[in-house]
């Protein structure tokens, strides 16, 4: 049969509270890389990782999370907006459950009709050269499937694989996922807390340009060891 959606069974978003986000929107310092999170979640009203994850994105300076499915509730997408919020940052972050191996539909079609021959490819298309780009993703299977000898027979990298090419086509710079697996029992295992912690500190990372690139390209997720890819101030 087809696989369950990564969301739990109807839970309130306050199963797990956010961490608090630390505020510098009064921080005169150069808020360096601006990183743009593309949220894509249909039943936000389930999620207790992803939800939570988007909340301490909010109101951080140099942090602009937009979720699409409140923004386009018609998919109607506003391609000028999007192009230019495209423009305006440095890394650019698709942060979704994992829908049918691949990402909601949302960002498929926000995909289709933003990245345009001209702005994102082909000969004068060079508007997303350099920028970098990553998923942030929750799976609702556990680690150990996502393997070739396991129940899903790919690996997360190698099921994204249409992402990455999208990345490299555009001239991006492409990052493993920051993956959480079991995301359906995560919070009752304590493993969601850790996840967000460890997602506020890759976002502060990036920000700072403390991130090394050669070392994050060569591991099967981000968050593998994020002790391994940030370098210290």
Not at 123 to 135: D, N, Q, R, S, V
Not at 184 to 211: K, M, N, P, Y
């Amino acid at each position: 049969g087809p696989p369950a959606l990564p969301g739990p069974k109807p839970c309130t978003r306050t199963v797990m509270e956010a961490p608090e986000a630390r505020d510098d929107r009064n921080d005169l310092r150069p808020p360096g890389r601006r990183v743009l999170i593309l949220f894509a979640h249909p039943s936000l009203d389930r999620s207790e990782v992803n939800y939570p994850m988007l909340e301490v994105a909010r109101g951080q300076r140099g942090i602009t999370p937009v979720d699409l499915y409140a923004e386009y509730p018609d998919y109607q997408i506003d391609i000028d907006r999007e192009q230019q919020r495209l423009v305006e940052h440095d890394v650019i972050v698709f942060q979704h459950p994992l829908y049918w191996y691949s990402t909601p539909a949302m960002l498929k079609e926000w995909q289709d009709l933003v990245l345009e021959e001209g702005f994102a490819y082909g000969p004068e298309g060079t508007a997303l050269h350099g920028k970098i780009f990553f998923c942030a993703l929750t799976a609702g299977g556990r680690e150990a499937a996502y393997r070739g000898e396991g129940f899903k027979h790919y690996t997360i990298r190698e099921l994204l694989h249409p992402l990455e090419q999208m990345a490299r086509l555009c001239g991006m710079i492409y990052l493993p996922s920051f993956a959480l697996f079991g995301a359906r029992t995560a919070v009752r295992e304590g493993r969601a807390r850790q996840h967000v912690s460890d997602w506020i500190r890759l976002l502060a990372a990036l920000q700072e340009d403390r991130i090394d690139i050669d070392r994050a390209r060569s591991l099967p997720q981000l968050n593998v060891d994020l002790g391994q890819i940030t370098r210290t101030t």
